[in-house]
């Protein structure tokens, strides 16, 4: 058995990260770890802040990851990832998609949205792979598969082997979708080395 | 054994059907709702989404009367409303065994109060279960039925929302059918006439007693001992509190109490012997502390962790970390809890405010961007229409719990009344809340002839907690055909003369409707229908976004005070000039046309189909 992880999934409500936490959890049983993952439903859901924690380990107590001790932290949206950095381990890796997504409210309240924040994550040393998932999953023909895309990107990351993602894809994915997921998922870990 | 990946909800819907329970209700209700839409895959069980908390309960209570094991769940604001039937369920005792959950909310993530529902346990004199993961929820509903039939009692299982959302293992087991006993025509028990209840009275006192010595000895609560220095330590924990501990403070001396009501008190004073300190860690109130202090235990707990919100990771380590400096606990200055200090690296210059918005698409919006123009006094209710008191619609004055926008504006119409300080009055609601108690505030409204506009915005689903169905849907909590509801002669029955439904994608319409009836000189009702947006964008038709003509916008963002997620303003520059004009995402972009209909210029069209 490898070393446990810890991996927190954050973006915008919709954006798939519960899918993506699913298959991660599924991969560490898969390989015998016991598992934790949390999230909140309710209100936030509505175009609020999303996040998901999942933890694994020989045995895991807490579900929610404490502050300071994420190895990795993947980003559905640009911006969104340093919201979260207070959870993120020193030395502890970043996954980011590009996608913007602008809350209304800022236009009301006359503020900025932070299209700079990837270089300033970067200039603060901290380790960032990105990704354009949105676009990535798009030539693929479905802008949904971002997620797998993002999966895929953080892969290598977190000690499974292909054999086991792919099994935990297989009974994770709804049947009818798992093509594209694949496709997507593969697409993803290309983007991450090249990057 | 087949191991799951349960959330604890889902562990709950395992072990109730383990348990052979035959009637499981809800309304439902965040972080309770996924217990039930779990439970519906279970066949054996009779399921449905009941009309409100104290309807589901009081139909458990009729299949417990009949010998069914039964269940119901909550979160914990819906057991007020279910607490008439509760309180003197306790007094009757079970037939069938009986459990319902109380789903808390530390940290209010989706509610309207964190209450510490620990307290309605001891105030019914019942017995409270309290699991820390998935893998304790679905062991302790199974366990909740057998303490309800050892000691004839209603048991309250309570989960907060981390124990409801969380995932973790479970072991599937097998169901054991449990025989439904046939109905117990015992009028001693369950008619309770005053001369019944005070025997019954004597009855619930005395379960009280075995209560307590049972849980010395339930193995719920249970001693794990820690090691080296730390173990001189303890502390008594239970629920979400005790998994964060054991991560954070491992070697510690634990009471892990899973059976918290009654308190095990024999129990704490063999714990108390084997460790120099006892401290009580709980979220929220000093409910167990309170009770071992006047017990006579030294204890600290809310002198070091805090009593509002959630007590998460890092606030339990650094809680921990503040008691030992100052000496409040006996940790020594080498210890690696010091250590601990989350090393946290922090954003700077962030500011970037994401609340929860109305949906692209919503069609609760129109109403509030309408509502705009006539600043009546807006009473709200609880939905994702409560979304419409943010910027930019800002619309709504008020939102207490289910069903009160209507008697909150009965009032305010009363309070007002005949001085010179009149409003006109509008409630806006849902269709799942009117159902809920909405309803009966309507009936008040028309007998005491309060002049106020009911606004129903009925999307055909219980949309803020996930798309649950109800009794205007016509359909059953499995999706089966079921007798439809029609709101607008509900509301015409009980003597509203001014009933009118709308479909507010329609906005002229929408608009006039509501101009018109917040003048009119009695209690009126708008219906304003159209489906829920995610429910079109999951079956209807494919969606064609809108665009905007960026030659004809002139920047007077109005479309922008509609707050829709999907549109935004972008800098260009014409002629020279800086200009603020927006622009629609497309692909957040539902349709639905309510911009293209409030822009002054027409600038806003549909996207033509590109061939």
Redesign the interface.
């Known amino acids: 058995m490898s070393e446990g992880k810890n991996v927190l999934l954050v973006g915008?409500?919709g954006q798939g990260i519960l899918l993506a936490s699913e298959v991660i959890?599924?991969a560490a049983?898969n390989d015998g770890f016991?598992?934790?993952?949390?999230?909140?439903?309710?209100?936030?859901?509505?175009?609020?802040?999303v996040s998901s924690h999942v933890r694994y380990a020989e045995r895991?107590?807490?579900?929610?990851?404490?502050?300071?001790?994420a190895d990795v932290l993947v980003s559905f949206e640009k911006?969104e990832a340093?919201?979260w950095?207070?959870y993120?381990?020193?030395g502890g890796m970043i996954v980011t998609n590009t996608t913007e997504?602008?809350?209304?409210?800022?236009?009301?309240?006359g503020?900025e949205?932070?299209h700079d924040i990837l270089d300033?994550m970067k200039k603060?040393g901290?380790k960032v792979v990105v990704v354009d998932a949105s676009d990535a999953a798009e030539k693929l023909g479905n802008?949904r598969a971002m997620n797998m895309v993002l999966l895929g990107a953080i892969s290598d990351l977190l000690g499974f082997t292909a054999e086991t993602w792919h099994s935990a894809l297989n009974m994770r994915v709804p049947k009818k979708h798992l093509d594209l997921n694949l496709k997507a998922f593969e697409e993803g870990r290309k983007l991450a080395k090249a990057s | 054994m087949e191991?799951l990946?349960l959330s604890g909800n889902e562990a709950i819907a395992r072990g109730i059907w383990e348990a052979g329970v035959h009637v499981a209700t809800a309304y439902p209700g965040?972080?309770s709702?996924?217990i039930l839409e779990a439970v519906r895959f279970y066949k054996e069980i009779y399921c449905e989404w009941s009309s409100n908390e104290k309807v589901a309960v009081e139909v458990a209570q009729g299949a417990s009367m009949a010998g069914a094991r039964s269940f119901a769940a909550m979160k914990h604001v819906g057991v007020n409303v279910a607490m008439d039937p509760l309180s003197t369920f306790s007094y009757t005792g079970v037939n069938g065994g009986f459990v319902f959950v109380s789903a808390d909310e530390p940290g209010m993530?989706?509610s309207q109060n964190e209450q510490d529902n620990r307290y309605l346990a001891k105030f019914m004199l019942i017995p409270l279960i309290e699991p820390a993961?998935s893998a304790e929820a679905k062991a302790m509903a199974i366990m909740g039925f057998d303490i309800s039939e050892m000691f004839c009692t209603p048991v309250m299982l309570r989960t907060t929302?981390?124990v409801s959302?969380?995932?973790?293992?479970v072991e599937a087991g097998e169901r054991k059918e449990h025989d439904v006993k046939g109905f117990e025509h015992d009028w001693t028990k369950w008619v309770v006439i005053p001369a019944n209840a005070r025997k019954r009275r004597t009855v619930i006192l005395n379960r009280l007693k075995q209560l307590e010595e049972y849980s010395n000895e339930c193995p719920l609560n249970y001693i794990d001992p820690g090691s080296g220095s730390d173990a001189k330590i303890g502390i008594i924990a239970s629920s979400?509190a005790?998994?964060?501990a054991?991560?954070?403070f491992p070697d510690a001396s634990y009471l892990k109490l899973g059976f918290t009501n009654p308190l095990p008190f024999k129990l704490i004073a063999e714990f108390a012997k084997t460790v120099d300190q006892l401290i009580v860690l709980e979220e929220l109130e000093p409910f167990m502390q309170e009770q071992l202090l006047a017990a006579g235990f030294k204890v600290l707990g809310k002198e070091i962790f805090p009593r509002e919100g959630e007590i998460?990771?890092?606030i339990l380590?650094d809680s921990l970390k503040k008691a030992a400096k100052s000496s409040l606990i006996a940790i020594p200055a080498d210890h690696p809890i010091h250590k601990a200090e989350?090393?946290?690296?922090?954003?700077?210059d962030?500011?970037?405010?994401?609340?929860?918005?109305?949906?692209p698409g919503c069609p609760h919006r129109a109403s509030y961007y309408s509502l705009r123009k006539y600043k009546p006094i807006v009473t709200g209710d609880i939905g994702?229409y409560t979304?419409g008191v943010?910027?930019?619609l800002s619309m709504m004055d008020t939102c207490i719990c289910m069903g009160a926008s209507v008697t909150n504006a009965v009032g305010a119409f009363k309070g007002l009344h005949g001085t010179d300080k009149v409003e006109p009055v509008v409630a806006t609601i849902g269709d799942s809340t009117f159902i809920h108690s909405g309803i009966t505030g309507l009936v008040d409204a028309v007998y005491n002839q309060a002049n106020l506009t009911v606004i129903i915005m009925d999307n055909g689903t219980t949309a803020?907690?996930?798309g649950q169905q109800h009794p205007a849907m016509g359909k059953s909590i499995r999706n089966e055909p079921a007798p439809k509801l029609i709101l607008e002669d509900l509301c015409r029955s009980v003597g509203v003369r001014r009933v009118t439904v709308v479909d507010p994608y329609d906005f002229e319409a929408l608009d006039k409707v509501i101009a018109e009836e917040i003048k009119a000189d009695e209690p009126s009702v708008i219906i304003t229908r159209r489906e829920c947006v995610l429910d079109r964008l999951r079956f209807g038709p494919k969606v064609v976004p809108y665009i905007v003509d960026q030659d004809k916008c002139v920047g007077c963002?109005k479309c922008?005070g509609l707050?829709?997620?999907a549109?935004?303003?972008v800098d260009v520059t014409v002629n020279g000039k800086k200009k603020v004009k927006s622009k629609i995402?497309e692909?957040?972009c539902t349709g639905c046309s309510l911009c293209a209909q409030i822009c002054p210029v027409s600038a806003i069209s549909i996207k033509e189909e590109s061939k």
């Open positions: 915008v409500g959890s599924q049983m016991d598992v934790k993952k949390s999230e909140i439903h309710g209100m936030a859901q509505r175009g609020g802040v895991v107590y807490s579900p929610l990851i404490m502050k300071g001790t911006a340093y919201r950095l207070e993120l381990k020193p997504i602008i809350p209304p409210v800022l236009n009301v309240l503020k949205y932070p300033r603060q901290l802008p | 191991k990946f965040t972080p709702t996924e993530h989706s993961d929302t981390r959302h969380s995932k973790g293992i979400i005790y998994a964060y054991k991560d954070v998460l990771p890092e380590l989350a090393e946290v690296i922090k954003p700077t962030f500011d970037l405010p994401r609340p929860p918005t109305l949906c994702c979304l943010l910027p930019p803020m907690t996930g963002k922008i707050g829709c997620p549109i935004v303003t995402v692909f957040l």
